[in-house]
């Protein structure tokens, strides 16, 4: 769970990844591809890399909004 307080309604979209290793970014293999699970809101779907704004983008109109990511690996 994540909170963010403080934001002004507006269009926002996350992306998430698990750090297992702690070191602040995404590992990739040789391939470019994540070794670590993943996910941006919307369940927006991953291609060639990670999806457009607008997929993954969601109107927050204030106060309190869940929103579930499911972790792809």
């Known amino acids: 769970m994540c909170e963010f307080g403080g934001l002004a309604p507006g269009t926002y979209a996350v992306a998430t990844f698990h750090d297992k ?3 602040g970014s995404m590992v990739m293999n ?3 591809m994540p070794t670590t699970s993943y996910g941006f809101s919307n369940d927006a779907p991953v291609g060639l890399g990670p999806p457009s704004f607008e997929a993954a983008g969601f109107n927050y109109p ?4 869940d929103i ?5 690996k």
């Open 68 to 72: 579930t990511i499911h972790a792809k």
């Open 21 to 23: 290793q702690m070191t």
């Open 62 to 65: 204030g106060g309190v909004l």
């Open 30 to 32: 040789f391939l470019g």
